[in-house]
């Protein structure tokens, strides 16, 4: 079985700053697929950023950028010139490589507040 | 693109009544959709997972004969909560799973998620 962890269950960070949100995860499987999700007060999950396994590049999204390590199963997100509207739970998810569907596994989540 | 809609967004039932929550796929066809259920301020729980013309197959410890799932198409599926009491009460989500194309290579599925239901029953 996978798990994910996310260590800091709150961050806040200023405007325009930089902040970054950790993730580790815990698998056997050597090709799978890592998520950054959020959901702002709306609670609309809402995806951030998708990396897949076997690529060693880290995946980028206009302000949102990962650093992917594959031996150390790390994860983490950062985001850069944070805006008011990053504000919102970030949640990281696992999800392993299947012929078929393949469900997620999601970490507890780390609630971000970018302040003025 | 990969939008998912979810209707009703809030509901409010009498205890022993039933509820329908559906999920569609706007612009997309999804073969597998899940249903979530997330109490505040926690992480989503998966109840179960739908596929379309078959059974749903229901995570341990969630009752399926109380939440009835149905994926009658590639574009809707219907989560219907049976004789539902207080403590159904919760925040529900449902996902679509559509391939992620990059570069013209499709690769493995994404979930997109619904904007949920909020359900209380009382």
């Not at chain 1, 999700?37 to 206009?62: D, F, G, H």
């Not at chain 1, 999601?106 to 507040?113: A, C, D, S, V, W």
């Not at chain 2, 509820?19 to 109840?47: G, N």
């Not at chain 2, 989560?79 to 493995?108: Q, R």
Request: charged share 20%; proline share 3%.
């Amino acid at each position: 079985a996978q798990t994910v962890t996310q260590s800091q269950p709150e961050m806040s960070v200023q405007e325009a700053e930089t902040v970054t949100l950790s993730c580790t995860y815990d698998t056997s499987e050597s090709n799978y697929y890592l998520f950054w999700y959020k959901q702002p007060p709306s609670r609309q999950m809402i995806l951030v950023i998708r990396q897949e396994a076997y690529k060693q590049q880290n995946a980028t999204e206009n302000r949102f950028s990962v650093n992917f390590q594959k031996a150390a199963k790390s994860f983490s997100l950062k985001i850069s010139d944070s805006q008011l509207g990053d504000t919102a739970m970030y949640f990281c998810a696992f999800m392993k490589e299947n012929s078929g569907y393949s469900t997620l596994t999601f970490g507890k989540g780390t609630m971000l507040l970018v302040s003025p | 693109g990969a939008v998912v809609s979810q209707h009703p967004s809030r509901v409010i039932c009498k205890s022993g009544t039933s509820v329908k929550i559906e999920c569609r796929s706007l612009d997309f066809q999804a073969t597998t959709m899940f249903w979530y259920r997330q109490f505040p301020k926690k992480s989503l729980m998966l109840m179960a997972t739908s596929n379309e013309g078959s059974k749903a197959t229901y995570e341990q410890g969630v009752e399926k004969d109380k939440f009835l799932i149905n994926h009658a198409s590639l574009t809707l599926s219907t989560l219907t909560v049976t004789s539902a009491h207080p403590e159904d009460s919760s925040f529900y989500i449902c996902s679509a799973e559509t391939s992620w194309s990059s570069s013209g290579k499709s690769s493995t599925d994404t979930q997109y998620f619904g904007p949920g239901t909020r359900l209380t029953v009382l």
